[in-house]
């Protein structure tokens, strides 16, 4: 699959991510996918409702085959977090009680402290239809919800689990702003490569009629530099742009070239016989 480097290091750490009565082998799959993504292995699965192993979820979790593998299932919601010592169930529902609610920047900055403490810790979501009832988030420690369209705040199963599993990743950078790896550094171009461009650009246009008047002239000029220097073009787009240009030739020209001048002018001088010369 694109983005899949079977040769490089796998990361595996993290939370454990606990689905109470998950319904459908397939949002299985796709959760183990999304943990796969952001470096999660721990899937405990609380009375999954169509059984384990499930066939279903090894297809849809695509490359994460070692997550599925790995899954746990447990009888009770009780039993799957009975070792963990912190947990955040998800809810998109304001909820009576009394624990704190976190944002999942927060949430997860929180599991990463506690997780390099060495506490165990897990995210509890609920069923795909109805989430987590109120008894069973009463057993998780703390609430985590997402900033989502009060009108529509449902989200599936994979996609709330992708979302913290990026806050999880984000809490570990270094720099949260720098980007997973960088583009491609491009050297400008030298300036003579540029004037040349300038230079066939315009006697392609200005041979087709685009300047109107020599009065307009400098002014258009003036315009296409300055369209041409703002972005840096390197030696490799000056030359793409200089082939587009290049490629106007096979369309009539209004004024000849400087060679086809030359060549209508050799064609008219008189020419004489080999051997003889001209005395007038």
């Not at 919601?77 to 927060?106: C, I, M, N, S, W």
């Not at 790896?181 to 650009?201: C, H, M, N, R, T």
């Not at 000056?238 to 009539?252: E, Y």
């Amino acid at each position: 699959m694109a983005g899949t480097d079977r040769l490089r290091e796998r990361i595996a750490e993290g939370p454990a991510i606990v689905l109470v009565e998950p319904q459908l082998g397939e949002n299985i799959g796709m959760v183990a996918r999304a943990m796969a993504n952001f470096g999660l292995v721990e899937l405990r699965l609380v009375a999954p409702r169509d059984g384990w192993p499930n066939t279903k979820a090894v297809s849809a979790a695509a490359s994460a085959d070692h997550v599925i593998e790995a899954a746990r299932v447990y009888a009770s919601l009780d039993e799957a977090l009975a070792d963990l010592t912190f947990t955040y169930a998800t809810t998109a529902r304001p909820r009576d009680g009394h624990k704190p609610v976190r944002g999942p920047q927060e949430a997860g900055q929180s599991l990463r402290t506690r997780h390099g403490r060495g506490e165990a810790v897990g995210l509890i979501f609920g069923r795909e239809r109805t989430g987590l009832r109120n008894e069973e988030i009463a057993l998780a420690d703390e609430i985590v919800t997402f900033p989502v369209n009060p009108a529509h705040a449902s989200l599936n199963l994979a996609q709330a689990v992708l979302l913290m599993g990026y806050e999880w990743m984000q809490s570990g950078l270094a720099d949260p702003t720098a980007p997973a790896f960088d583009g491609p550094v491009i050297e400008a171009a030298p300036k003579e490569e540029l004037y040349g461009l300038f230079a066939q650009l315009e006697e392609a246009l200005d041979s087709r009629g685009y300047f109107r008047s020599e009065g307009k002239r400098a002014k258009a000029v003036d315009g296409l530099r300055a369209v041409l220097t703002r972005p840096g073009l390197s030696s490799s787009e000056i030359s793409v742009l200089r082939g587009v240009i290049a490629s106007l030739d096979r369309f009539p020209r209004r004024v000849p070239t400087r060679s086809q001048e030359a060549a209508v002018e050799q064609a008219a001088e008189p020419r004489h016989p080999r051997g003889e010369t001209n005395h007038d």
